[in-house]
């Protein structure tokens, strides 16, 4: 499944970041690539040494974690890491598949939380290329893209004003995705008849099927 939501982070909680960022100490981001997308990889990426990292990556998955439509289709266990990335200058990031393994977590679901406007940049889209053919995003600074870690995808030259995003990656509790897209397709439906009539018997019916396909799933 590949989902964006929208408001991950506030407006607030965006200007804050980039202001941040602003400051921060980057490096060239082939440091964090394995050696075939070192290749295609030509981007900036904020310093793990920087003083800011270690709070900025602690406030993206806070908010993650806390968003109910993120969380619900994401159902994580624990986060690999977050990067801080940069992109000007005609810079980009061809076709590649994340690594299986990210600061040893397994990865199962990729995010992109857009931080700059679209509007102040040109191209910089984040392209997924599916079996349906490609799928081309470039969203509102504090919306996101959730998509399967097994997705071959890449990031557009930017031809004018500077991209910037945080990536990351997420260990998930229910590692197939086709899983993970039932569940969420049950709880979204089981929400939805809640809201509209309460706590019905079929409301029950589904609240007991979604816990015991949870319990056939999820790896604790």
């Excluded at 981007?43 to 806070?62: C, F, G, I, T, Y």
């Excluded at 994401?74 to 801080?84: A, D, E, H, N, Y």
Aim: charged share 25%; hydrophobic share 45%.
């Amino acid at each position: 499944m590949i989902l964006p939501v929208a408001d991950i982070l506030t407006p607030d909680q965006v200007a804050a970041i980039l202001d941040r960022l602003s400051a921060g100490r980057f490096q060239d981001g082939k440091a964090t690539a394995g050696w075939h997308a070192k290749l295609v990889k030509h981007n900036d990426q904020l310093s793990a040494a920087d003083p800011a990292h270690a709070d900025l990556r602690a406030e993206v998955e806070k908010a993650v974690r806390a968003h109910p439509v993120a969380a619900m289709a994401t159902r994580p266990k624990s986060f690999g890491p977050i990067l801080f990335s940069r992109y000007g200058g005609g810079q980009t990031y061809g076709s590649h598949v994340d690594d299986a393994l990210m600061g040893g977590v397994r990865t199962d679901v990729s995010f992109t939380i857009f931080l700059a406007d679209p509007d102040s940049y040109q191209g910089g889209e984040l392209v997924m290329e599916t079996a349906a053919g490609e799928m081309a995003f470039k969203l509102p600074a504090g919306a996101a893209i959730f998509y399967p870690s097994t997705t071959l995808h890449r990031v557009e030259p930017v031809t004018g004003g500077q991209r910037m995003a945080a990536v990351g990656w997420i260990r998930s509790y229910v590692r197939d995705p086709a899983d993970r897209e039932l569940l969420f397709d049950l709880d979204t439906a089981r929400q939805s008849l809640f809201k509209a009539q309460g706590k019905t018997a079929e409301f029950d019916l589904l609240s007991k099927c979604l816990s015991n396909l949870l319990r056939k799933w999820m790896e604790d």
